[in-house]
């Protein structure tokens, strides 16, 4: 009796088998591989379209602000998954002239999505600063960009750790929102499993379980990051 089988013999009762998600387990790697490319490539996307709307949103200039504004509350007051819709059988296809890769728009879509909430973190760390910094920096002799670059913004990236941390662990579970455009990630994995067998049991709590074991290992490394960073502030006062 093979181990499979013996696992499968021990959770009889419970009506299991362990030997579906076995057979499906090439499916179930690609659709992991493919979470983590799609969540790490739409936040680190994400991370630049934020900082650059969150700067803009500070911005005097209305014509500069208001742009801002827009995309913010846009992507921030809708659902995710109309902006997926959206994308991949609207937007992308006018752009483009063709069908895109579900896996292109997927990137796009939390990247857009995700950078409207990162802007929000990026302005909050900002202004969490006090203003007598930038005065002082900008006494000393150095630009407006020079005082954000090397004054403003590494104290606020401290600041900022936690909820680009929490940003990341979102943007992972959103990330099963792409099964609807058969984009290779977890839930895609799972859904055609469970149309092969018939059997939704093992499929999703498989997937369910490699959520909460992916976001378990991302917020232990962002908790010791902060913590590193915290040690390197306090050592150097």
């Not at 009796?1 to 362990?18: K, T």
């Not at 057979?23 to 739409?42: A, K, N, Q």
């Not at 920096?137 to 670059?149: E, I, K, N, T, Y």
Request: charged residues 15%.
């Amino acid at each position: 009796m093979s181990f499979v089988e013996q696992i499968n013999q021990g959770l009889s009762w419970l009506d299991l088998r362990v030997d579906i998600i076995w057979d499906y387990r090439d499916l179930f790697i690609r659709g992991i591989y493919y979470t983590i490319i799609l969540s790490m490539s739409g936040v680190g996307i994400g991370l630049v379209l934020g900082l650059f709307a969150g700067m803009a949103k500070l911005a005097r200039s209305l014509w500069i602000r208001w742009p801002a504004i827009a995309y913010i509350e846009f992507f921030r007051g809708t659902p995710l998954f109309v902006q997926i819709m959206l994308l991949h059988f609207a937007v992308l296809p006018t752009l483009l002239g063709r069908s895109p890769s579900p896996v292109i728009s997927g990137i796009i879509a939390l990247a857009l999505n995700s950078g409207a909430y990162i802007s929000e973190i990026f302005r909050a760390g900002i202004q969490s600063i006090a203003r007598g910094q930038m005065e002082a920096a900008r006494s000393l002799g150095l630009s407006h960009g020079m005082a954000m670059r090397y004054i403003i913004l590494p104290q606020a990236f401290r600041r900022m750790i936690p909820p680009l941390g929490n940003e990341l662990i979102v943007v992972l579970k959103d990330s099963s929102l792409l099964s609807a455009i058969a984009a290779p990630e977890l839930a895609n994995a799972a859904r055609i499993t469970m149309g092969a067998t018939s059997r939704p049991w093992e499929p999703y709590m498989t997937i369910a379980v490699i959520y909460l074991v992916i976001t378990l290992i991302l917020a232990s490394l962002v908790s010791r990051l902060e913590r590193k960073l915290d040690y390197g502030r306090h050592s150097r006062s």
